[in-house]
């Protein structure tokens, strides 16, 4: 068994905490743009990391074909009325007027703190922060009737995956197929458009790049023609979820109740913590897992280091529970659910492999499992700990983006409660 637990807390990279501009060369290039998302990865790590992972995931099921051969869902056709029911059922065992309401997007700011590690908006480094603008004057001239309005528009990139968002299925894969067995091609398929605007073509999630700062005008862009995110758009999501809240479970937390940097969370974590929170783990039911990881991205003292923030680590024992319990969605409050980069004794040799998001290739390519990076689940944890209740309604839908490897989400949840007037939307009704 490929189980990866004896390397909890292991320091695989030596950046540390560093500044944004500072990041790529603090971790190594290939690492860095691999995070970033970037295209410009050497050729010699992307292959070296998709064999490793093809290796170590080799005898392992997949979901290919279960929901058709021209699905590009996934688990998510699992999230039917029933599912829906039983995430009702969960948010209202209480009464009608003992239900919380909780939204889980971390805000955009368009700020970065001025601390050691230049944390803050958007948390995913080196991606620069979106900024809004009012389109119309300060003093706008008045509609027919004495109607004034302003509108927004973004003056610099928004990156769809900067902040709290879902992963497209065809977001990440190894070898030459996405989920589905659809072709990898299928993720740079070229569209071209009869207006050009102004952009920033082939630009990538470095800041500061150059001639690629330069504004010109864009009449084509690729994307994914197969598995994009409208696809999780279209359906919505609604479900019973559970808060495993690893952060203030385990002994490793600080006094926060956050797990420290370099922290691997095992399937065992998983299990211990649910067994001290009393949570029942159902088939189907949507995975969220805090770490307290997000929450350093908005403490200007605390120390930060993406590739070394905690998360989810491969094990076979890992990957048999998402298959076998039929997950079909899975979030948490750091950059990648899972911890960046793992070291993972692949062949059973005695030695350990550098893997950079192993587990984006077994859950979104192999399983069709959606991800969800980047929650703030601050209110959410802190409620489930006052009244011991894990369990509520997980609704969300990202933002409908034609052939997006992912969008923006507001994920809402709605949560029984035992205490009073303690959260929003509970006991404001009618009696």
């Known amino acids: 068994m490929k189980d990866n637990s004896d390397h909890k807390n292991h320091e695989d990279c030596s950046c540390g905490s560093v500044g944004r501009r500072g990041f790529v060369g603090g971790c190594g290039a290939a690492l860095a743009f691999a995070l970033a998302g970037s295209s410009l990865s050497t050729a010699a790590a992307e292959t070296d990391s998709e064999s490793a ?68 908006d958007p948390a995913f480094p080196p991606r620069t922060p979106g900024r809004r603008d009012n389109t119309t004057a300060v003093e706008p001239a008045p509609q027919p009737g004495g109607v004034k309005f302003v509108d927004d528009k973004f003056v610099a990139d928004m990156f769809l995956q900067g902040t709290t ?104 974590d998983l299990m211990t913590t649910a067994e001290a929170q009393g949570t029942e783990l159902r088939e189907r039911d949507v995975l969220l897992v805090r770490t307290g990881a997000v929450e350093r991205t908005r403490d200007p003292d605390a120390e930060w280091a993406a590739l ?26 750091n950059l990648a659910v899972e911890k960046v980069t793992q070291q993972i004794d692949v062949d059973e040799d005695g030695d350990d492999e ?34 011991g209740i894990y369990e509520f309604l997980f609704t969300a839908a990202p933002l409908h983006i034609e052939r997006g490897s992912g969008a923006p989400v507001n994920p809402v949840v709605l949560k029984a409660t035992d205490g009073n007037d303690r959260g929003r939307g509970a006991d404001r009704g009618r009696n």
Not at 56 to 79: I, S, T
């Open 165 to 268: 968002h879902v992963d497209a299925l065809g977001h990440a894969w190894y070898g030459e197929e996405i989920y589905n067995g659809f072709s990898a091609r299928t993720t740079e398929t070229v569209k071209e458009f009869d207006t050009p605007l102004l952009g920033t073509p082939d630009r990538d999630a470095i800041p500061d790049n150059g001639d690629d700062e330069n504004l010109t005008k864009v009449s084509e862009t690729r994307g994914l023609s197969k598995a994009g995110i409208e696809n999780a758009a279209d359906a919505g999501i609604a479900g019973r979820g559970v808060l495993l809240d690893v952060g203030r479970a385990l002994d490793a937390s600080d006094e926060n109740d956050r797990l420290p940097l370099g922290y691997e969370i095992t399937y065992d």
């Open 308 to 333: 070394n923030e905690p998360g989810l680590v491969y094990s076979d024992d890992l990957f048999d529970f998402f298959y076998e319990k039929d997950i079909p969605y899975v979030g948490a409050d």
């Open 53 to 120: 992972v093809e290796q170590l995931l080799a005898d392992k099921p997949d979901d290919w074909g279960r929901f058709g051969e021209d699905d590009e869902l996934g688990r998510l056709n699992l999230l039917d009325g029933a599912a829906a029911f039983d995430g009702m059922r969960a948010a209202t065992k209480r009464g009608r007027n003992r239900v919380e309401r909780f939204t889980l997007q971390l805000s955009q700011t368009g700020e970065v703190i001025d601390s050691a590690t230049d944390t803050g």
């Open 354 to 387: 550098t893997l950079v998001i192993p587990l984006h290739g077994a859950l979104l390519r192999n399983l069709g499992v959606s991800i969800n990076e980047i929650l703030d689940l601050r209110e959410l944890a802190t409620a489930c700990a006052r009244d």
